[in-house]
């Protein structure tokens, strides 16, 4: 029997909470792909919070350490809105399986949401950096966006050769909350340091757990090929080599 991880804990918490709304969407025929949808028109909100946040900024005459700004209230509900859009990317794949509606588009209706929401809010967070003239941090948000796309990449193009890759430390859904916290206390305290600390560790955390997940996958193929050495065609059929034909790309 496996054995209950963190994550897994508080997800059960969260489908205890959020399964009395999900009984109600299914009564009244909210589908997967509309919730879908309005976590992703969520995560546009928050950009554009974001981007007015980096309109309005002023830096103070004393910007170091603290980095006070004016449209700090901006940031701060950035970051609430982040965090509410996250819960509908919860409830989609709670209501595909509580109301048998799981579909191949809805996950790929997912997936390709949960990329161009995390792309976009992250790049309203650049902008604020830019516009702070934090020039340095606006590259570490930059590599956060890099790291967080090939997290899923990875595990995409890894689970279409047949391997389970689910390794990592800064997931979806601990990127979420990174971002989301990150922007509350930061908005709150006017302090872009808080802003600074959740970039630097998506972007940190992100790109080595898409490195670790490579490395898992490259230990499993070996293993594989080891143990079916005499039959090199074995391998489940997946997408063409590097991607070519390949919803992955």
């Not at 980096?54 to 006070?68: F, N, Y």
């Not at 830019?130 to 193009?157: C, E, P, Q």
């Amino acid at each position: 029997m496996r054995q209950m991880n963190y994550r897994d804990f508080l997800q059960k918490i969260i489908y205890h909470l959020i399964d009395p709304l999900i009984r109600l969407m299914l009564r009244l025929h909210i589908t997967p792909n509309v919730v879908t949808l309005i976590g992703f028109l969520g995560n546009l909100a928050a950009t554009w919070l974001f981007i007015r946040a980096a309109q309005t900024l002023t830096l103070t005459t004393c910007p170091s350490p603290r980095g006070e700004v004016e449209g700090e209230a901006l940031i701060l509900w950035g970051g609430i809105v982040i965090l509410a859009a996250g819960l509908f990317d919860m409830m989609d794949g709670r209501l595909a399986r509580m109301g048998n509606l799981s579909t191949a588009f809805g996950a790929l209706w997912d997936s390709t949401l949960d990329r161009y929401s995390e792309l976009v809010s992250l790049f309203g967070i650049c902008l604020v950096f830019i516009r702070a003239d934090w020039f340095w941090l606006s590259v570490v948000t930059f590599a956060a966006m890099v790291g967080s796309v090939m997290v899923s990449y990875v595990r995409a193009r890894a689970e279409g050769l047949g391997i389970e890759c689910k390794v990592g430390l800064m997931q979806r859904p601990e990127r979420v909350v990174v971002t989301a916290l990150a922007a509350i206390v930061s908005g709150a305290t006017g302090n872009l340091w808080w802003l600074a600390a959740g970039m630097i560790a998506i972007a940190l955390l992100a790109n080595i757990t898409a490195f670790w997940r490579i490395v898992h996958c490259y230990n499993k193929l070996n293993s594989h090929n080891s143990l079916n050495s005499l039959t090199p065609n074995s391998l489940t059929p997946g997408p063409s080599p590097r991607g070519e034909g390949s919803i992955y790309q």
